[in-house]
């Protein structure tokens, strides 16, 4: 039987944005196998990754937890290198496909020593429009470098992918991200981001349930802002923070779904400001759907992202979403059409959630506007492209330069 790998540094990656990738290949008749850090460096909970070792025995799908880790000097790494090797020595993989940036090195200079075929999905370089300038020093040239040892580069932002063009990589990809379950995130039951003009004259809003609000003590006549997201210093919580504690507003709260290690200087924070009773931190979330149905707006302050699978899900959802003007964001959302970009400015945001929460007209238009972009972001359409990819084999080296 055909045999691959599929490995990050952290088996997290791989759970959160790779299981509709497992499938595609187990049902193209292929063997899979997962490399990644099981113990350490995940941000969902321990019982998700359990969820997840169990997933992959059900399906007949061999594990294997290496050291790797995001620290690029950490020798941790080195260990992670020489066991990836192993693995590829003891079972002969057909192809390996790579995720994250420290995986994608171990696994593409254990691919180039075992002249093995590598597939690599850069999910947002750390190289962008407006990134540090220690990013260009250091991250560019490691992947420009890197792109020689991989037959197939896969990007999934426009900005990445025209920047790829110029690197040295057998082939070269644009997928729109990973897909999102359309059927799953979608508010029909209310018609919500329907714009016909008959949905919009019978539309009810049988989607305030107030769980959400009953659960945390929101009032059910409260403006809710939503994040979701690993709660860390990219993902920029404390913009969407110091924004609330501006606003003119009291009857306004933000629930932040997530946990990581700002947790706690962002409670304190919330304290200084004397809006802790308004800013909710619920936590990891396995029911991020009822958040978004009670959710007004949609806040996604990241400084950095590749293709944000949470814009997409808020989008689906027919919540309105205000987020940075950086790449990958301005792959989904065109400022004042399906969405409203900032330049991560309080005065900014906090202008951005009035208009939102006090015109309809403007909230209507983005909620329509939204749900017809996202449309091609959803799994059906990338995982026909997936598996395309896959069944063009697309391994073979080449000069060619192609786009699905």
Same mark, same amino acid.
């Given at each position: 039987?055909?045999?691959?790998? =599929? ?43 359990? !969820? ?63 002249? @093995?075929?590598?597939?690599? @999905? ?58 999102? #379950? ?39 006549? !409260? ?39 700002? =947790? ?49 899900? !808020? ?14 964001? @301005? ?53 026909? =492209? ?12 080449? #000069? ?5």
């Amino acid at each position: 039987m055909k045999k691959m790998l =599929m490995m990050a540094t952290t088996a997290a990656m791989i759970e959160q944005f790779n299981k509709n990738n497992i499938l595609i290949l187990l049902d193209m008749g292929y063997e899979v196998h997962v490399a990644g850090n099981f113990e350490k460096g995940n941000p969902i909970s321990q019982e998700r990754l359990e !969820a997840f070792k169990k997933w992959l025995e059900e399906r007949k799908c061999k594990w294997f937890n290496i050291p790797s880790t995001r620290k690029p000097t950490d020798y941790n790494n080195v260990r992670a290198y020489k066991q990836v090797v192993s693995l590829i020595k003891q079972y002969n993989y057909n192809f390996i496909h790579c995720h994250t940036p420290i995986g994608s090195v171990i696994a593409r200079c254990a691919a180039h020593k075992t002249h @093995t075929p590598i597939i690599y @999905t850069a999910h947002g370089f750390h190289f962008y429009k407006g990134a540090p300038i220690k990013n260009w020093l250091i991250y560019y040239p490691v992947e420009k470098f890197f792109s020689r040892w991989t037959d197939l580069l896969i990007l999934i932002t426009k900005e990445d992918y025209e920047r790829a063009k110029s690197f040295k990589a057998g082939k070269v990809v644009y997928v729109p991200g990973v897909g999102i #379950d359309l059927d799953e995130f979608n508010k029909e039951k209310n018609n919500k981001g329907d714009c016909s003009n008959e949905a919009r004259e019978s539309q009810v809003d049988l989607s305030k349930e107030h769980v959400i609000r009953s659960e945390f003590g929101i009032p059910t006549d !409260a403006k809710l802002l939503l994040s979701v997201g690993e709660v860390n210093k990219n993902k920029n919580h404390k913009l969407g923070i110091e924004a609330l504690a501006r606003l003119k507003d009291k009857n306004v709260y933000y629930v932040i779904c997530g946990r990581g290690h700002m =947790m706690d200087a962002y409670k304190i924070l919330t304290q200084k400001l004397g809006i802790s009773d308004r800013v909710i931190f619920a936590g990891y979330r396995t029911d991020v759907i009822k958040f978004y149905n009670e959710a007004d707006v949609f806040l996604f302050p990241s400084l950095r992202e590749g293709l944000s699978v949470a814009v997409m899900e !808020a989008m689906a959802m027919g919540v309105p979403v205000i987020c940075n003007d950086i790449r990958g964001n @301005t792959d989904l959302i065109e400022d004042k059409v399906s969405g409203l970009l900032i330049n991560n400015q309080i005065d900014e945001l906090v202008k951005a959630i009035q208009e939102l929460i006090s015109n309809d007209e403007l909230r209507d238009k983005i909620i329509c506007e939204g749900r017809k972009k996202v449309k091609h972001f959803g799994i059906k359409n990338v995982s026909n =492209m997936m598996r395309k990819v896959y069944e063009q084999e697309l391994l073979h080296k080449s #000069d060619a330069l192609i786009d699905i």
